[in-house]
């Protein structure tokens, strides 16, 4: 497995503005490989902690992976040496039980070592099964009790807009979250305040806990919801590199101190990159046998090799 640490130092430079970028970068074949190298790693990862305890919510760090790439290896700017840097970007990971895929990226990110990862879930650990800020470097809230994120990253921006900061939140729901009353007073709120340094992506799995979203809340159609709140809205294949770095490019270009709140809904498939993993039932924690793992990855692998080659 290649190294992680480290691998992010352009984005911890804060040399130029969010929108120098977007408007110079573009999105080249380099970028979309070296973030989709990024999300590999974050897979690998999700499964070596998975095997720690021998079931979790692999699914959602594997469906979301893409997105977690994204953030960290191409727009947060952070200091891995540095977690509470005042000048950083905030990410908040209002699902706490996506804590797995989150310390993926942590370690990708260099904020958290590779080696600590199995430590996961473990007595004493940094890494608890869900998160928690008090914890783990770079974990800005605690995030398990559902709808809540998006209220924090509101006031977030806020506040860091009255101290003239130039920092953006970033703020990490799922669909499950848009069941709750207070995700939507939170994005009256933010339309309201025109918190246009505020973006936040929703990872639209189409599965909750107790099942499928159309079954359990029909929160479709969710694009016309946000729009109709005020929200500069994309929706993409949120296992799409290129659609991510696009709609993320777009999101940075309209970052403003006041302005339109951006919105990026992602279709993700929960187990994405391991066929074994992407039709299970009971997809919500999934029970991963013991013989099972090693498929797991070097179905990873091939499907990650496969594509590189193309
Ligand atoms: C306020 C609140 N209500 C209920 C729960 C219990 N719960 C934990 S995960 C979950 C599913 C929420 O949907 P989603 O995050 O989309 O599930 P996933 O895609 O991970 O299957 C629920 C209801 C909770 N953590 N917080
Ligand atoms: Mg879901």
């Given at each position: 497995m290649t190294a992680t640490h480290g691998t992010n130092t352009e984005s911890v430079m804060p040399v130029q503005t969010v929108q120098d970028r977007a408007a110079q970068n573009g999105v080249t074949k380099?970028?979309?490989?070296?973030?989709?190298?990024?999300?590999?790693?974050?897979?690998?990862?999700?499964?070596?902690?998975?095997?720690?305890q021998g079931q979790g919510y692999v699914g959602q760090a594997l469906g979301a992976a893409d997105m977690l790439a994204t953030v960290y290896g191409d727009q947060l700017r952070f200091r891995a040496e540095d977690p509470h840097w005042n000048a950083r970007d905030r990410f908040l990971l209002s699902t706490g039980h996506y804590a797995i895929g989150h310390y993926a990226a942590l370690a990708e990110a260099g904020i958290v070592p590779v080696e600590e990862l199995e430590t996961y879930g473990s007595d004493d650990s940094r890494l608890p099964m869900s998160g928690m800020s008090t914890y783990t470097p770079g974990m800005e809230v605690s995030g398990g009790s559902l709808g809540h994120g998006l209220t924090i990253a509101v006031g977030m921006a806020l506040g860091l807009r009255y101290q003239g900061s130039g920092s953006r939140v970033f703020n990490f729901l799922s669909d499950g979250e848009l069941d709750e009353g207070s995700t939507w007073e939170a994005a009256m709120g933010a339309h309201h305040h025109q918190l246009g340094n505020l973006t936040a992506m929703v990872d639209i799995n189409a599965l909750q806990a107790d099942g499928k979203t159309d079954t359990v809340l029909r929160t479709e159609p969710v694009t016309e919801k946000w729009e109709s709140f005020g929200w500069y809205t994309q929706r993409v294949d949120g296992n799409n590199m290129a659609e991510l770095l696009q709609a993320f490019d777009n999101a940075a270009a309209q970052a403003a101190a006041v302005g339109r709140p951006s919105v990026i809904l992602c279709d993700t498939k929960v187990g994405r990159g391991v066929p074994l993993l992407e039709d299970r039932e009971k997809a919500h924690f999934m029970r991963i046998e013991e013989h099972e793992w090693q498929t797991c990855r070097e179905q990873l692998t091939a499907g990650y090799e496969g594509k590189a080659a193309r």
């Open positions: 380099e970028r979309v490989e070296k973030i989709s190298a990024a999300a590999y790693r974050i897979r690998h990862h999700a499964l070596n902690m998975g095997e720690v």
